[in-house]
């Protein structure tokens, strides 16, 4: 590493050390250690330098792979998201690499697969916009790293699903526009969310919109197990909501889908 490149990458360091601090986090040094190594270290810089980041926040959400901070982008707050390379695990990853197209011709290397990943994830993020689905707009991604608009107020992120005060009232339109959400990622997205529940969806306390997040695990209808999570998604919706007395049968709902996309095709 060059001398200069050096000293901005400890400027980068220094900042997170100083993040670090201000977030009485007992277990900050792991956190630090596992996140930002000297790589990602680097590919933050370079974010820097090309104007997607001027400073890092603090957290936001720690994952099974990846931390998301708070960020401050050119012209509004971001969500950064680094999935860790030095304590990644393939446990929950596996299932929905094998199979998937776009993981064929990637090496086996554990680096290789997180960035992989992590591009898989800003390709599904775009493709679900496109659809018509409400998510995070992915921003751009280097190395590990995805940079994402920032979803909250005051610096502090929407709350999910599972935290949200409801009624049956306020309830039935968020499981309708869910609903509708996994039908255009179906339909238009040729996507399978594949991890959807009430800890992956954040609602919008002024809207009351609901928001799919965590995308990195979506696959497209190629997958050999595309069907298996689409029903997974739907079951975790229909037992969630079954709470404020909406009912709703899966299968059904399937067969409705299966035969709107056949109709556009």
């Known amino acids: ?24 986090d007992t277990d900050s040094l792991k956190v630090k250690e596992n996140v930002f190594d000297e790589a990602t270290l680097k590919a933050l810089y370079t974010l820097c330098n090309r104007g997607f980041l001027n400073a890092i926040g603090g957290s936001i959400s720690t994952g099974k792979e990846a931390n998301v901070f708070l960020g401050e982008g050119k012209d509004a707050d971001i969500a950064i998201k680094i999935y860790r390379i030095s304590s ?10 094998l199979g998937d197209p776009r993981f064929r011709n990637i090496r086996h290397a554990k680096k290789d697969i997180i960035f992989a990943w992590t591009k898989k994830e800003y390709r599904n993020l775009t493709r679900a916009k496109e659809a ?7 921003i751009h991604t280097e190395r590990n ?25 306020t309830a039935k339109p968020i499981y309708d526009t869910v609903i509708k959400y996994i039908e255009l990622l179906y339909v238009r997205a040729n996507l399978v969310h594949g991890d959807l529940s ?24 190629e997958h050999p197990k595309a069907r298996e999570f689409l029903m997974r998604d739907i079951e975790n919706i229909m ?22 996309k056949q109709k556009n095709q």
């Open 1 to 24: 590493m060059k001398k200069e490149d050096a000293r901005r990458v400890q400027k980068i360091d220094t900042k997170v050390d100083k993040m670090r601090m201000r977030r009485k």
């Open 88 to 97: 990644s695990t393939f446990n929950s990853m596996e299932e929905y690499i």
């Open 132 to 138: 018509g689905v409400r998510v995070p707009e992915a």
């Open 145 to 169: 790293i995805l940079i994402m608009e920032f979803l909250g107020e005051d610096e502090r992120p929407y709350p999910l699903l599972k935290d949200i005060a409801l009624d049956k009232e």
């Open 198 to 221: 009430e800890y992956n969806i954040i609602v919008n306390p002024r809207t009351m919109e609901p928001i799919f997040i965590d995308m990195g695990q979506s696959v497209t209808l």
């Open 239 to 260: 037992r969630f909501f079954k709470r404020y007395d909406i009912e709703g049968q899966a299968e059904e709902l399937y067969s409705t889908m299966k035969e709107i």
